[in-house]
């Protein structure tokens, strides 16, 4: 019976994750993501950028160089903070520039704690890293993230509304891509989220095919990838949208190995909604005048947490 079972929800978890096959712009069923919500950040106007960065910045670039800079090293520090920036190898950043076909990405060596505006580096999507001065140096693997540096590229020209892409190694989504179920609808989190994660047979190689499972698995407005044994990929408008799903990504993984393991491991002691309340759970999220499931409620917040606990970020 257990094994009829493994095997009835591993067929009820790719219905869980395809089954808004044709979805578009980030939605399910042709739903946006919360497109009736406020924006907090409209009403809090909390920034990254220092009041005395906002005229003339430590590096003397353009402003909005300066603010993409600062988001992206919130971004690290956020991912530390919350559990999902510690384990140094491969993890990375990538946040886009605005109106430039250029991306930050935090150098390879320095860890998320350690990042700030001033040390991230720029690319351009060709693979090269840009100096201050806008000189170009193909990326090596002395200081770059060579498994990253094609990633923002292979999705953002595919996604143009992509901004902000993050690619951690929670143990709990390692953990979740171990397992033949992949994510389950145990939680509230992973209710967030339903089929906008996408799933990839990882295999540890840098070979040219899997630029095309990015864009595979990233079709359909899909929010987030589960990379078999490995991590995520989390994508967003903006940086906000991206910790957004990154954590409520992170939190379903947590909640399904707890409830995995408090069910003994036997998936018929699991209580799993059908598919039809959540579908229409789903919509009915999205639709909400209420609750944004974009993070803008919470990203200034978030911005002064990092003001209490790591206040060098934005230097």
């Known amino acids: 019976m257990a094994l009829l079972a493994l095997l009835a929800m591993a067929l009820h978890a790719e219905s869980f994750s395809e089954s808004c096959a044709g979805i ?85 060596g320095f860890f998320f704690e350690e990042q700030t505006a001033s040390k991230m580096l720029r690319y351009d999507f060709d693979g090269n890293r840009i100096a201050l001065d806008g000189s170009k140096e193909l990326a090596s693997p002395g200081r770059d993230n060579m498994g990253c540096i094609p990633i923002p590229s292979a999705i953002m020209r595919f996604r143009p509304e992509v901004h902000t892409i993050l690619h951690v190694h929670p143990i709990s989504v390692m953990a979740v891509g171990g397992t033949k179920a992949g994510l389950l609808p145990l939680s509230q989190a992973a209710f967030f989220l339903h089929g906008q994660v996408s799933r990839e047979t990882y295999d540890f190689t840098y070979e040219g095919s899997f630029e095309d499972s990015l864009q595979t698995g990233f079709s359909n407005g899909k929010r987030a990838m589960l990379l078999n044994h490995h991590g995520m990929y989390a994508v967003g408008r903006d940086a906000a949208e991206a910790f957004f799903v990154a954590k409520h990504l992170t939190q379903a993984c947590d909640v399904q190995v707890k409830s995995l393991s408090m069910a003994g491991g036997n998936l018929e002691n699991l209580i799993l909604p059908d598919e039809a309340l959540l579908q229409a759970q789903y919509k009915d999220m999205m639709l909400s005048s209420d609750y944004a499931y974009d993070g803008s409620r919470e990203w200034p917040g978030l911005v002064r947490q990092l003001s209490r606990e790591a206040a060098d970020y934005n230097l």
Do not use: Y
Request: glycine share 8%.
């Open 24 to 108: 578009k712009n980030g939605s399910c069923g042709v739903i946006p993501v919360s497109p009736n919500a406020p924006d907090r950040r409209e009403l809090d106007l909390t920034s990254t950028v220092r009041p005395e960065h906002q005229l003339s910045n430590p590096l003397g670039v353009a402003p909005e160089e300066w603010k993409a800079r600062t988001e992206a090293a919130a971004l690290h520090r956020m991912l530390f903070l919350h559990g999902m920036g510690s384990d140094l190898a491969a993890q990375c950043v990538m946040h886009r520039i605005p109106g430039r076909d250029e991306f930050l990405m935090g150098e390879w």
